[in-house]
């Protein structure tokens, strides 16, 4: 059973371009959780997600930030026009409930790097 | 609203040292607690999970412990090794459940 898979491992965009970041949870994980980790600071809740609904979006920013966990394949992080203070490793975890019941396994995150 | 903290923020020690890692929460209405390590420019991974209803779950040398009328969990580590050099992050539901908060971690350097 492969872990939590992210992709890719390292993005580099140019300010305005858009960033699509990949989750693919681990087999039987209906549960979706996207967290954020500024440079030397700690990780921040995103959004919860299960499939094909969104649970919780208030860690999210209103604008420009986006994140869908469609019925097939993996839940997408989408930020666009992306700024300097975008750059940061945005981290996905899954759980086969929430994760107020279960252990949660996280991905090996995507570092993003906004030039 | 759940808040987590974490002392000491960061922590150097001889290897073979015993060594506790202190992680409070202001909400003890809470489901579970997670232990997770993280290494530098990598992802996290969990090293213990304790119930609800759980006072205590050991996993080799780790040895992680939960008080919810203090407020507190404590990640006993004995016998550090070189190896043990990471960031060591405690994570609490929030009370919806829905995801975790996380500490600020603690920053474990084991010298040779």
């Known amino acids: 059973n492969a872990g939590v898979m992210q992709n890719p491992r390292h993005l580099v965009r140019r300010r305005g371009q858009e960033a699509r970041l990949r989750c693919s949870p681990m087999?039987?994980?209906?549960?979706v959780y996207w967290y954020r980790q500024l440079p030397e600071e700690g990780l921040k809740f995103m959004v919860y997600?299960?499939?094909?609904?969104?649970?919780?979006e208030s860690g999210m920013p209103k604008e420009r930030f986006s994140a869908e966990f469609p019925k097939e394949g993996p839940s997408i992080l989408r930020i666009q026009q992306v700024v300097r203070g975008d750059s940061a490793a945005y981290f996905c975890?899954?759980?086969?409930?929430?994760?107020?019941?279960?252990?949660?396994?996280f991905g090996q995150g995507t570092r993003l790097t906004v030039v | 609203k759940q808040e987590v903290t974490q002392i000491p923020a960061a922590l150097s020690v001889p290897e073979g040292e015993n060594l506790v890692l202190n992680c409070s929460f202001t909400?003890?209405?809470?489901?579970?607690l997670q232990w997770f390590r993280q290494d530098p420019g990598k992802g996290l991974t969990s090293l213990l999970l304790?119930?609800?209803?759980?006072r205590e779950q050991t996993s080799g040398r780790l040895n992680a412990s939960l008080d919810k009328s203090s407020g507190r969990s404590t990640l006993y580590i004995a016998a550090s090794q070189p190896g043990d050099s990471a960031t060591y992050l405690c994570?609490?539901?929030?009370?919806?459940?829905?995801?975790?908060?996380f500490g600020p971690g603690t920053r474990l350097s084991v010298l040779p």
């Open positions: 975890a899954s759980s086969p409930q929430g994760q107020g019941a279960t252990e949660a396994f």
């Open positions: 087999k039987g994980h209906s549960h």
């Open positions: 997600l299960q499939k094909e609904n969104i649970i919780d």
């Open positions: 909400d003890s209405a809470i489901y579970n």
């Open positions: 304790i119930q609800s209803s759980q």
């Open positions: 994570a609490f539901p929030d009370r919806d459940g829905q995801n975790f908060v």
